[in-house]
Nanobody, 124 residues
């Protein structure tokens, strides 16, 4: 089992950057594939990015491709989401999630463990 804690959210202006962090408890972090999802009020939970347990494979949603980058540091039990050129449409509660399998990474129901979320608000 793993516990996840996100941080790094905040209020920024359009065009700014933020880096979200998600730190996991336990000594088995490197066995988990990780994902970032977001949810705005009234919307369904949306895939943002995913990374394999080794960091060798990454995926990103079309809406953030070229602006957001997912990475991880297994020595620090942490996964990151670097967000550049932020837009008002990126405003949401951002969650990190963990799972053991790496198929269907864009489907939130495939993830077993979730953090509490960190709020990102982008003003235009």
């Amino acid at each position: 089992q793993v516990q996840l804690v996100e941080s790094g959210g905040g209020l920024v202006q359009a065009g700014d950057s933020l880096r979200l962090s998600c730190t996991a408890s336990g000594r088995t972090f490197s066995t988990y594939h990780m994902g970032w999802f977001r949810q705005a009020p009234g919307n369904e939970r949306e895939f943002v990015a995913a990374i394999s347990n080794s960091g060798g494979d990454t995926y990103a949603a079309d809406s953030v491709q070229g602006r957001f980058t997912i990475s991880r540091d297994n020595a620090k039990n942490t996964v990151y989401l670097q967000m550049n050129s932020l837009k008002s449409d990126d405003t949401a509660l951002y969650y990190c999630a963990a799972r053991l399998g790496f198929t269907g990474v864009r489907i939130w129901q495939n993830y077993n463990y979730w953090g509490q979320g960190t709020q990102v608000t982008v003003s235009s």
